[in-house]
């Protein structure tokens, strides 16, 4: 019965996807490029072998000039059907260039860069690759985040595109794993549809073929080859994609860096990982109680690392806390390559998707004060400041934190001035600078959250804020969930202080919290990451440097068919995690609570 209606299903899904697609594509701007004029202003990255015209250059500059942009991502008009759509599906869109965190592959052919941009990327001379070029597209939108834009360039020449370069170009944006599995559930559902009904099956492929003249109808965007796509979507597209696939299995290999770090990640795990570790201590760290007891005993779900981990809770206060602790050559260990190196693109993209919540958090303060300086400790990339500069557009953000993030953050405009460092040890230095500082999701992970508060204290001005929000250890999904709850994130997080923990402690220091938010800080996203971890768990990535062997073509296709049969699972995870936040919001049960403390 199901599969009777899948001709249907697969019709619609069609013609809405060709609607969306559309409109990624059908505002973009086309630059005038008929009368020349003086230019000379911007500097051009254009990839080899691409014709760039001096009348376009004008054009694109004139443009730039009106516009108030520092980058701009010239589109060939007549760009191929398939780089077109790659173009659509990458992230473009109407509000690219308000969207502070947006990321979006560029068209790879040629951008327009200003002279502050271009000497902060430290752009060479040299004619990149097209990979290279499309990849430099989000990279400056990232030091220009709200004057980076697309436009249309009809002078602009094109050129193709190798299986290998589209390989190499979508794993850089997407990864391939998201890139390929859409197309290969659509060819899925058509295979279907014949099966099940071969009459409106056939009908599905017809509007399969013809669909990239619904996207590109009216758009300024003219493939050339739109009719000889069309006619042979059905063969060619399935060929492009088999083509790009094996393109990238014959380039798999990622030289001797990874090597390295498979080398260097044996030999410390061949000494054992009890080493990371300190004594178990016999009292509570909060408290001073005894009556401790086992709360959850759990893995490195995140990354895979080995080593297994306990969280203890204190019957006289609550407080939860990992316990034997790291030590810090274990905090090292389990650090490297969570936010840089490896896990650098999936800490970016992460960190990249939660505006809304970066936004709420900011307007917390809306009701006390209007902030001229802020301090984000534990600020990593700067992501949250950036978001807050669109709420508090005149207020100096600087960020503190022990990696090396800060300092990109401080590279890319996103925080004024960038701290690398412990924040207790950094006091003397910023003693009175600030009447904001903000504490997200950061007090959980330092060794002596004690020493924190007492640091705040004396950083910030009289009468100024602290703004901190943690994990809840109390959220019921902690106790349904156990060592499968996102919060817990053995081994990093170390400490988890139920809230009246907290605001006693603030109170101790001479703070008084003026507001809380329990259920409105909640980020639902519970179950769905619940069953991401126990994917991830059971699939475990053979290409991560700290497996005990090196991959296998099987083990990848392992690991790639675990992942694509739990997606129906993810999606109803996050359907009913959805669902249940509208609960919980106006509840005090979330996996989170923010508290906003005034400074006596």
């Given at each position: 019965?199901?599969?009777?209606?899948?001709?249907v299903?697969?019709m619609?899904?069609l013609?809405?996807?060709?609607?969306?697609?559309?409109?990624?594509?059908s505002?973009?701007?086309v630059?005038?490029?008929e009368?020349?004029?003086?230019?000379?202003?911007?500097?051009f990255?254009?990839?080899?072998g691409?014709e760039?015209p001096?009348?376009?250059r004008?054009?694109?500059?004139d443009?730039?000039?009106?516009?108030?942009?520092?980058v701009?991502d010239l589109?060939?008009?007549r760009?191929?059907?398939?780089?077109a759509?790659?173009?659509?599906?990458?992230?473009?869109?109407?509000d690219?260039l308000?969207?502070r965190l947006a990321?979006?592959?560029?068209?790879?052919?040629?951008?327009?860069?200003?002279?502050g941009?271009?000497g902060?990327?430290?752009?060479?001379e040299?004619?990149?690759?097209?990979?290279?070029?499309?990849?430099?597209?989000?990279?400056?939108?990232?030091l220009a985040c709200?004057?980076?834009?697309f436009?249309?360039?009809?002078?602009?020449?094109v050129v193709?595109e190798t299986?290998?370069?589209?390989?190499e170009?979508?794993r850089?944006?997407?990864?391939?794993f998201?890139?390929?599995?859409?197309p290969l559930?659509?060819?899925?559902?058509?295979?279907?549809?014949?099966v099940?009904?071969?009459i409106?099956?056939?009908?599905?492929l017809?509007?399969?073929?013809?669909q990239?003249y619904?996207?590109f109808?009216g758009?300024?965007?003219?493939?050339?080859?739109?009719?000889?796509?069309a006619?042979?979507?059905l063969?060619?597209?399935?060929?492009?994609?088999?083509?790009?696939?094996?393109a990238l299995w014959?380039?798999?290999?990622?030289?001797?860096?990874?090597?390295?770090l498979?080398a260097?990640y044996?030999?410390?795990l061949?000494?054992?990982?009890e080493?990371?570790f300190?004594?178990?201590r016999?009292d509570c760290?909060?408290c001073?109680?005894?009556a401790?007891?086992p709360?959850?005993?759990?893995?490195?779900?995140?990354?895979?690392?080995?080593?297994?981990?306990?969280l203890?809770r204190c019957?006289?206060?609550?407080h939860?806390?990992?316990?034997?602790?790291?030590?810090?050559?274990?905090l090292?260990?389990?650090?490297r390559?969570?936010?840089d190196?490896?896990g650098a693109r999936?800490a970016e993209?992460?960190?990249s998707?939660?505006?809304?919540?970066y936004?709420?958090?900011?307007e917390?303060?809306?009701?006390f004060?209007?902030?001229?300086?802020?301090?984000?400790?534990?600020?990593?990339?700067?992501?949250?400041?950036?978001?807050a500069?669109?709420?508090?557009p005149?207020?100096?953000?600087?960020g503190?934190?022990?990696?090396?993030?800060?300092?990109e953050?401080a590279?890319?405009?996103?925080?004024?001035r960038?701290y690398?460092?412990?924040?207790?040890?950094?006091?003397?230095?910023?003693a009175?600078?600030?009447d904001v500082?903000?504490?997200?999701?950061?007090?959980?992970?330092?060794r002596e959250?004690?020493?924190?508060?007492?640091?705040?204290?004396?950083v910030?001005?009289?009468?100024?804020?602290?703004?901190?929000?943690v994990?809840?250890?109390?959220s019921?999904?902690?106790?349904?969930?156990?060592?499968?709850?996102?919060?817990?994130?053995?081994p990093?997080?170390?400490h988890?202080m139920?809230?009246?923990?907290?605001?006693?402690?603030?109170?101790e220091?001479?703070?008084?919290?003026?507001?809380?938010?329990?259920?409105?800080?909640?980020?639902s996203?519970?179950?769905?990451?619940?069953?991401?971890?126990?994917?991830?768990?059971?699939?475990?990535?053979p290409?991560?440097p700290?497996?005990?062997?090196?991959?296998?073509w099987w083990?990848?296709v392992?690991y790639?068919?675990?992942?694509?049969a739990g997606?129906?699972l993810?999606?109803?995870?996050?359907?009913?995690?959805?669902?249940?936040h509208?609960?919980?919001?106006?509840g005090n049960?979330g996996?989170?609570?923010?508290l906003?403390?005034?400074?006596?």
């Open positions: 019965m199901m599969l009777g209606w899948l001709p299903v697969t619609i899904a013609v809405l996807n060709g609607f969306r697609l559309r409109g990624q594509l505002w973009l701007p630059l005038d490029d009368q020349d004029g003086p230019h000379g202003r911007f500097r990255v254009v990839a080899d691409v760039l001096e009348r376009t004008a054009a694109a500059e443009w730039a000039q009106r516009q108030g942009l520092s701009l589109v060939p008009r760009l191929g059907v398939a780089r759509l790659d173009l659509a599906r990458a992230g473009l869109g109407k690219f308000a969207t990321s979006a592959g560029g068209a790879g052919h040629a951008l327009l860069v200003d002279d941009v271009a902060r990327e430290q752009l060479g040299a004619a990149p690759d097209t990979v290279t070029t499309a990849g430099l597209t989000s990279r400056l939108k990232r709200t004057a980076t834009d436009a249309v360039a009809p002078g602009l020449g193709r299986p290998a370069q589209r390989a170009r979508l850089a944006e997407r990864g391939l998201r890139a390929v599995l859409p559930v659509c060819y899925a559902a058509l295979v279907s549809c014949v099940a009904q071969p409106l099956g056939l009908g599905a017809a509007l399969f073929s013809l990239p619904l996207v109808a758009s300024p965007v003219r493939p050339a080859d739109l009719h000889r796509h006619a042979l979507r063969l060619r597209d399935p060929a492009n994609w088999a083509r790009t696939l094996a014959r380039t798999r290999v990622r030289g001797d860096r990874v090597a390295e498979r260097a044996a030999a410390e061949a000494q054992g990982t080493r990371f300190e004594p178990r016999a760290p909060w001073g109680g005894t401790l007891k709360h959850v005993r759990c893995a490195d779900l995140v990354l895979n690392k080995p080593g297994r981990f306990t203890e019957a006289d206060c609550g939860v806390f990992q316990n034997p602790r790291l030590n810090l050559a274990g090292d260990f389990y650090y390559d969570c936010y190196g490896e999936t993209t992460a960190f998707s939660g505006p809304a919540v936004r709420r958090r900011a917390m303060l809306v009701p004060t209007t902030p001229r300086t802020w301090l984000d400790v534990g600020g990593g990339h700067g992501h949250f400041a950036n978001l500069r669109e709420v508090w005149d207020t100096a953000f600087d503190l934190d022990l990696g090396a993030g800060i300092e953050a590279r890319r405009g996103w925080v004024d960038g690398r460092g412990q924040f207790p040890e950094l006091v003397a230095e910023l009175g600078r600030y500082i903000s504490m997200f999701h950061y007090l959980e992970h330092t959250p004690f020493e924190e508060l007492d640091a705040a204290a004396k910030l001005s009289a009468g100024g804020f602290l703004l901190i929000e994990p809840n250890p109390g019921r999904y902690g106790r349904l969930l156990r060592t499968y709850w996102m919060p817990w994130f053995p990093q997080h170390q988890m139920p809230r009246e923990n907290l605001v006693r402690a603030l109170t220091r001479g703070f008084t919290v003026v507001a809380q938010d329990r259920g409105r800080a909640d980020q996203m519970d179950l769905t990451m619940a069953v991401g971890l126990g994917l991830n768990r059971l699939a475990r990535n290409d991560q700290w497996r005990p062997r090196p991959a296998t083990r990848r392992v790639r068919a675990v992942l694509t997606v129906p993810l999606v109803l995870a996050w359907v009913a995690d959805k669902l249940a509208q609960v919980v919001k106006r049960g996996n989170a609570y923010r906003l403390a005034q400074r006596a």
